[in-house]
């Protein structure tokens, strides 16, 4: 990661062209926070950092990750309830996990197709056997090909991948980090829709 950040910051000094140098940033910032997030997932047990986040500033983040990462073909819509208040949460692993199934959808694309990323609130809601005055619905929608039912039942297991190449990691973080946050994560899927459910709490039970 270090490498990375220090050919990005040389390569900044060498653009004259100031559009440019928001792809540099980004490269600079995801380094930075790439790194504080495997240092925090390589210590056992780590203590999540709560603070009060926005969840659309974290979804805004997550699509000028997408839109840089797959230029080109692939759109992604927002479809905000802005009435949502603020909630407590742990800002880089809302990120990481929104991202990591965004990211997935839009890599079963091959960048070329739609993601939606919709917010709801829900009212007495039950998560994780506790009953919530007020929760948010995330929603992860995307119009590729589906999931494989191969792998649907196993999906959310380490090292499972539908995909060449893959990991196998990037859904079991997501889960993790929901799970952290008291949430629940589901995921329906058929071709030509796939869609991903997260519903976190926003007040105390």
Same mark, same amino acid.
């Given at each position: 990661m270090g490498g990375i950040r220090g050919a990005?910051? +040389?390569l900044e000094h060498e653009l004259n062209n100031p559009s440019l140098k928001e792809y540099t940033q980004v490269i600079i910032k995801e380094a930075d926070r790439l790194q504080d997030l495997m240092q925090r997932l390589l210590t056992p047990h780590r203590a999540m950092l709560p603070?009060?986040?926005n969840i659309h500033e974290i979804l805004e983040r997550v699509?000028? +990750?997408l839109t840089a990462e797959f230029p080109g073909s692939l759109e992604v819509r927002r479809d905000y309830d802005t009435s949502l208040p603020?909630?407590?949460g742990d800002r880089e692993q809302l990120i990481q996990a929104v991202l990591n199934i965004a990211r997935n959808a839009a890599q079963a694309m091959n960048g070329d197709g739609l993601i939606v990323l919709r917010t709801r609130s829900l009212r007495q809601v039950t998560l994780a056997k506790k009953r919530y005055r007020l929760a948010l619905e995330l929603k992860v929608i995307d119009n590729g090909p589906g999931i494989p039912e191969t792998i649907r039942e196993r999906m959310f297991y380490p090292l499972v991948s539908g995909r060449e190449g893959g990991s196998g990691l990037g859904l079991t973080i997501a889960q993790n980090f929901v799970q952290h946050h008291h949430g629940?994560?589901?995921c329906s899927s058929r071709p030509g829709e796939t869609v991903f459910t997260l519903r976190l709490p926003v007040e105390q039970a």
């Open positions: 990005a910051q +040389l603070a009060t986040v699509r000028s +990750l603020e909630l407590v629940t994560i589901d």
